[in-house]
């Protein structure tokens, strides 16, 4: 059975972006194909907590190759949106310590596919973020279901 969300996206308007990706980019050096968040829908400064989405077009680079007729957005990709929003997180809170780079991924359980046209909801929840590293829980969430869930771990580099 897949757990809760870690946030209750109908709490939110999904629709209204609060950190265009012109912020993100002021924290996070991913560009062209390697930027994976589109915007924050939610940001709680006081539990640690964001909602991202990365709006999926038939245009992304893997499309044409994962899986021809039948597009995949691949799992390490939805890992790596949850790295870039835990990433975002850690420099804002920290800012001192540069770029957050991805550690590693525990735990993680894929549970469905993500497929083009759509949004794709990533939330990430810090339980822990010091300067030697920030461990976060990790969802993403595509048409109202949970596709996968991860404990992200990065560090300074």
Sequence with gaps: MAPPFLYDLTQLDLNKIIIPIEEIRKFNPQRFEMEQLSGIIHLDNATLTAVG??????????????????????GVIMVEAAAQLCAYLAHREMPEVGFIGFAKCDETRFRGA???PGKFYIIAQMTSMNRRRVVANCQGIYNGTLVFETIITGMPV
């Design 53 to 74: 989405v990365k709006e999926l077009t038939e245009h992304e680079f893997w499309v044409r190759g994962h899986i021809p007729g039948r597009p995949l957005m691949p």
């Design 114 to 116: 993500v497929s083009p």
